[in-house]
């Protein structure tokens, strides 16, 4: 009886092992479809309760299906750069996966945006992804709202109203034709730039429906020329469509000889009407200069300052005074997260204002390249980004 038992043992081990690995064998490919769990779920190597856990997945994770198990009671999905099973009975098939956000497209932030620990403004702020910023969500809020991702080694989740898809239009053969002294509005998020092309620096990110008159349009007619907050940028045309609701107005002030007029931010002045000429000093934000002559353009103007006769770009003037814009209801709070000097500018080169200890409570007006612009009691000033939270 010993020897019969022995064999009958062993041909059970043999066939349960023989079953495990049909089941992987035999797995269904599933069309990338995407799940959403329906309870705390374990994470498994394997098809099966019989391989080792690996970890959970809460209520309401997005997950994209690889696999399906030959019985079908069995799914393997990616999770964080690894290949694991769960079971199927606690997927049910998310609805809105072909119209809300696209796992593993490329998206970009279209503000800059706080990153919390969780799907929700209840959890704590981890760092700030800056606008503009390519990511790639990694899963989504079952409710859609929220998408997690990776900044800077950092995982963590944003709002998803503060991401647009990249767009991948490829330029027209023709220009847009737009006309000065119409008016447009922008058909999506927009970058407008400090010049006619995507070599210069972006002066601003114009929201959809943003109104735009031209005042100039270049040769080529790619590129348009208008006033918008008080300076002189462009745009590309191929963004722009009329806006037929408003009535044709009037074309923007351009500088007018012999009056005086207003920086409208730090400015080179020049011994030419070019920025190849040279550089004979700086005028500073909102500073009052009188405007002598133009080149034939009017795009240079010829201004007295500080006993200095120069040229400066014409599209950083106004006739109006331009007052410090109070922004305080723009900022948003952070907490130090560690003893951490305050600079007079974005760099470790400016000098300190004041050292702020640790989990002490700041205001923050804006983040640029790592360095965020705060105040602390009545300091304001610069400090890095990465130390508060």
Do not use: H
């Not at 079908?72 to 999770?79: E, F, H, Q, R, T």
């Not at 809300?100 to 403004?121: C, F, H, W």
């Not at 997690?148 to 950092?154: A, F, G, R, S």
């Not at 590129?223 to 002189?232: D, E, I, L, P, S």
């Amino acid at each position: 009886m010993k020897s019969i038992d022995k064999v009958i043992l062993g041909g059970v081990v043999v066939a349960s092992t023989i079953g495990i690995n049909y089941n992987i064998a035999s797995a269904d490919i599933v069309s990338q479809e995407i799940y959403t769990t329906t309870n705390r779920l374990n994470m498994r190597k394997g098809p099966s309760t019989d391989y080792t856990l690996v970890g959970t997945l809460d209520k309401g994770v997005k997950v994209k299906a690889i696999e399906k198990s030959s019985d079908g009671k069995w799914v393997k999905i990616n999770y964080n750069s690894q290949n694991v099973w769960v079971n199927f009975a606690y997927l049910q098939k998310d609805k809105s996966s072909n119209n809300d956000i696209k796992l593993d497209s490329q998206y970009e932030t279209t503000a800059n945006v706080n990153m919390r620990k969780g799907p929700s403004t209840d959890y704590t702020k981890i760092i700030i992804v800056p606008a503009q910023t390519k990511i790639t969500p990694i899963k989504s809020s079952s409710d859609g709202k929220w998408v997690q991702i990776n900044y800077k080694n950092v995982t963590g989740w944003i709002s998803a109203q503060y991401i647009k898809t990249v767009s991948t239009t490829p330029t027209p053969t023709q220009p847009n034709k737009v006309e000065v002294g119409k008016k447009y509005k922008t058909t999506e998020y927009v970058r407008a730039r400090k010049g006619p092309g995507t070599s210069y620096d972006v002066a601003t990110v114009l929201a959809k429906g943003t109104q735009v008159v031209p005042v100039e349009i270049l040769k080529s007619g790619y590129w348009a020329m208008f006033k918008y907050n008080n300076q002189y940028m462009y745009v590309c045309t191929d963004y722009l469509e009329a806006d037929n609701q408003s009535a044709t107005p009037t074309e923007p002030e351009k500088p007018i000889n012999g009056k005086d007029y207003y920086t409208t931010a730090n400015l080179n002045i020049r011994d030419g009407a070019s920025t190849t000429s040279s550089k004979i000093g700086k005028i500073p934000n909102g500073t009052k200069v009188s405007v002598v002559d133009f080149n034939s353009n009017k795009t240079w103007a010829k201004v007295v300052y500080n006993n200095k006769t120069g040229w400066v770009s014409a599209q950083y003037l106004s006739t109006k005074s331009q007052e410090p814009e109070q922004k305080e209801d723009t900022y948003w709070t952070g907490t130090t997260t560690q003893n951490l000097n305050m600079r007079k500018g974005p760099s470790t080169d400016y000098s300190i204002i004041i050292t702020i200890p640790k989990n002490s409570d700041v205001k923050i007006y804006e983040t640029k390249s790592g360095w965020a612009k705060i105040k602390y009691k009545s300091y304001e000033g610069y400090c890095s980004a990465l130390f508060i939270k």
